[in-house]
């Protein structure tokens, strides 16, 4: 045999050294062939038209590229590009064959179009926090002006990000107006007569400004009697179900997600300020910009003196944060060394919580570091403990410098609320990696340069609380207040005779005998109403009673007559607020009344309206849906059709995309 290999030994080399070279070339075209959905790369077929992994994939991208350019992925629906990058194939698909599509330029032009649209919205919801019903035009250009120039910068980077050019993208922005051209077309198709929309415009805008106070239901807890254990459990059994400050009555034991934290802040401004500037350093600097020592007219030696000992500090400053950051990242890795991976979190043993890294230990550690490499004397980082209550978002919102912190991903500044509320034993597996006893590796930042690491000490998901005696207190307080509201029902009508009689001011004041709740001195407040909403500070005032029992006083009253000139009776009512728990008396000073000029800038709006609620394109009715988009053009998924074959030969039944 020996002798035959060495006889041989050239033609196995050759052929040995071919057999591998096609094997490796072999190799790359099954992979190419693949690729392109040829052998293997199916990924679904419309009305029998084959989506191979290629096709998709660069159809996909341009759904991926507009949410780049958007900022937010989570904005695609709301600007027409559909919930998912299939229903984004199928919408393109349908406008290209419907020639709703233009070319690159019709792109090119439509980003404009786009920033303006994103503009309106950000700048209504900004107003409507304001309480206004319009918002102010100089607001949307300011708006559309930062939009456009963040979508024009972006858009090399995005192109890289996404493999695409920045022709591509824009052909992209043309499928997306071509596919809003078709949705349009369908909503246009209805027609309404002039009365119609006055009327629909007359619902919206016509309105009238209101003086009220709002009589809480604590008012009258002094007669409540206490409940008995039988009353507490069954309102407890009545309530627990509905989440906290939702229902009819507002009253609800379903707590929201929430948490308990810890996070550690690193201070930018008091880290500068414990810099001290190397006066030779300084020196140095003004030597290299003016080697005479002595600046061009005009320039004074101590500005620039002065300009460059900020910009030493501002440096030294970035030097101490980046260590600062270095060291305790390497504690909680040191810490996380011992631990095995879970994926990309890790699995914590029971003795976790005695080993686990506290950021109030690392307060020093960081001190240390800092000074070693720069022989700067730091105040030790603060950190802040929230383990004995919950904290839900709008407590998170509320916490000082942390509150208002976000998480930098590329050109997105995600809020801490999302990130802290992403942790996996609330929303599961996801991109944040955070972890419920595990300190955050990476950390947030505010607007003024502000870092912070947190760590999840414990998270609940929306549920009610652990037991029943946890809120016990609340659920005796809201039994109190049930009755306390019955109460001030009965007295509606005395409460507006004694506002008639000595105005609403009358119904501020506490009783002399109140305590506690009760005993609060009220307010006259203000708020504008219409038929579709209250513009108030208390957002529990808007209601439909609240609503309808002001328009159905101010309807009647001539607009061209000062309001206030009526008699306090024919402009003063009441109603009854059930999710407030509460009387509201109000008294109406002035209309608001539709006029020409409202009606023709609103018009568009009440158009938009009046279609929305006619075709109501919910997932059930709107031929757009990705539901009804795939029952029409028999859309089979490639995994979902072999799984079903599987199945069928199982059973020994045909299967259904057979």
Known sequence: MLKWLRKYNTYILVVGGCLLMVAFLLQGTLTELSRRGVIGGTIMRVDGETYGMERYARLAAEYHAIGRLLGRQEMLPLVGAGESDIHWILLTREAERAGMIGGVNDGREYMGELAADLAEIFATNVARQRGQFFPNPADIEATRVTILDSMTTGLPRIAGETRMTEEQIFKALAKLRGVLRMQNAYASSLRYSDRRLVSTARKFNDAAEVDYVLIPAERELGSATEPDAGAIAAHYEKFKGTPKGEGA???????????????????????????????????????????????????????ERARIER????????????????????????????????????????????????????????????????????????????????????????????????????????????????????????????????????????????????????????????????????????????????????????????????????????????????????????????????MAADPSLDTESFRNAVMDLAEPMDPTVDVATLEAAK???????????????????????????????????????????????????????????????????????RREKEEAAKSGEPSKSS
């Open 249 to 303: 009555l507002g009253i609800g034991y379903t707590l929201p997600q929430r948490v308990k934290l810890e996070w550690l802040t690193l201070d930018r401004m008091l880290i500068e300020s414990s810099v001290t500037v190397d006066p030779i350093e300084v020196e140095k600097r003004l030597l290299k910009w003016y080697p005479t020592g002595r600046p061009p007219e005009g320039i004074k030696i101590e500005d």
């Open 311 to 534: 910009e030493v500090r501002t440096e030294t400053a970035d030097r101490v944060m980046a260590t600062a950051t270095q060291a305790i990242r390497a504690e909680i890795t040191k810490a996380l060394r011992t631990l095995e991976p879970d994926g990309e979190y890790h699995k914590l043993g029971a003795d976790w919580s005695s080993r686990m890294p506290r950021l109030e230990s690392l307060r020093t550690i960081v001190a240390q570091r800092v000074a070693e490499a720069h022989g700067v004397t730091l105040v030790l980082p603060a950190v802040a403990v929230r383990d004995r209550d919950w904290m839900e978002e709008g407590d998170l919102t509320g916490a000082e410098g942390f509150g208002r912190s976000f998480l930098r991903r590329g050109s997105s500044a995600i809020r801490v609320q999302e990130v802290v509320f992403g942790v996996r034993e609330i929303a599961g597996n996801n991109d944040f990696v955070v972890q419920v006893g595990v300190p955050s590796m990476e950390p947030l930042t505010d607007g003024v340069g502000n870092r912070y690491f947190f760590t999840v000490l414990d998270a609940r998901k929306t549920s009610p609380p652990d037991t029943m005696d946890e809120i016990k207190p609340q659920i005796v307080k809201d039994i109190k207040r049930l009755a306390g509201f019955e109460a001030l029902k009965a007295k509606q009508a005395g409460l507006v005779n004694l506002a008639n009689a000595q105005g609403l001011e009358a119904l501020s004041a506490a009783p002399s005998d109140a305590t506690g709740d009760a005993a609060v001195t009220l307010r006259v407040q203000q708020a504008t109403v219409s038929r579709e909403r209250v």
């Open 571 to 641: 402009r003063t009512g009441s109603a009854a607020i059930d999710k407030g728990l509460g009387v509201a008396v109000f008294r109406i000073k002035k209309l608001a009344p539709l006029t020409i000029e409202t009606y023709r800038q609103s018009h568009g709006r009440i158009l938009q309206s009046m279609m929305q609620e006619e075709i109501n394109p919910t997932v059930e009715s709107s031929p757009f849906s990705l539901r009804a988009m795939e029952e029409r053009f028999n859309v089979v998924y490639e995994q979902q059709q």
